[in-house]
């Protein structure tokens, strides 16, 4: 996917407010490193975090999975106390974030 990007050199993943739950999960790709972000190598990808979700991914497990019904990015997130029906939006212990109405 990064390929048919022009010019995208990182995978961007972070957390924002939202979502039934609180928080919602973000991915898209960039083409610089912000003064805000935190750059990990994983498994040949180069991937940014910016500071503040940070300690919300700590030991994130980022997947693709592909069924019947096309496919798609699953994350299994130690830090979710709660999470939406979709897995697309969570809560942690020590982040509610902003609930939306779903």
């Known amino acids: ?17 939202g979502g039934c739950s609180g ?11 912000g003064e ?8 040949g990808l180069s991937v940014l975090v910016d500071k503040e979700s940070l300690s919300m ?3 994130v497990k980022v997947d693709y ?17 709660a999470s939406c029906g979709c897995g697309s939006s969570f809560r942690t212990a020590t982040n509610a974030g902003t609930p939306e109405d779903c």
Request: net charge negative; glycine share 16%.
């Open 23 to 33: 928080l919602s999960y973000g991915m898209g790709f960039e083409t610089e490193i």
């Open 1 to 17: 996917m990064m390929a048919g990007e022009e010019d995208a050199k990182y995978l961007r993943i972070g957390v924002q407010g």
């Open 57 to 59: 991914l700590d030991g």
């Open 65 to 81: 999975k592909q069924n019947m019904m096309g496919g798609g990015f699953t994350l299994d997130n130690p830090n979710a106390i």
């Open 36 to 43: 805000e972000d935190k750059q990990l190598e994983i498994e």
